[in-house]
Nanobody, 116 residues
Framework: QVQLVESGGGLVQAGGSLRLSCAASESISSFNDMGWFRQAPGKQRGLVAIITKDGGTNYADSVKGRFTISRDNAKNTVYLEMNSLKPDDTAVYYC??????????WGQGTQVTVSS
């Protein structure tokens, strides 16, 4: 069972920045994709950003130009750099990892709160 440990969430004012980290308990070098989803109160969980094995990225329209996803295979870690944060970015952010033949794993989530 892969463990995903998220960190970096917190409270920030609108316009501020946060950096989320997600460390996997085993190598991510062979993953299909890895990234972040988020869920705000009363809303469904939705994609924020994902990075694929070949380095391709996909972002939700609402975060394009503000968020950047990156990975460090040596540290088995994926990062989400979040800039120009807005109150609408307030949510629980979940890390996810998709491994071949093993399926998708999820972290416990980290709270991001953006005050106006």
């Amino acid at each position: 069972q892969v463990q995903l440990v998220e960190s970096g969430g917190g409270l920030v004012q609108a316009g501020g920045s946060l950096r989320l980290s997600c460390a996997a308990s085993e190598s991510i070098s062979s993953f299909n994709d890895m990234g972040w989803f988020r869920q705000a109160p009363g809303k469904q969980r939705g994609l924020v950003a994902i990075i694929t094995k070949d380095g391709g990225t996909n972002y939700a329209d609402s975060v394009k130009g503000r968020f950047t996803i990156s990975r460090d295979n040596a540290k088995n870690t994926v990062y989400l750099e979040m800039n120009s944060l807005k109150p609408d970015d307030t949510a629980v952010y979940y890390c996810t990892l998709n491994l071949p033949r093993r399926g998708r794993y999820w972290g416990q989530g980290t709270q991001v709160t953006v005050s106006s």
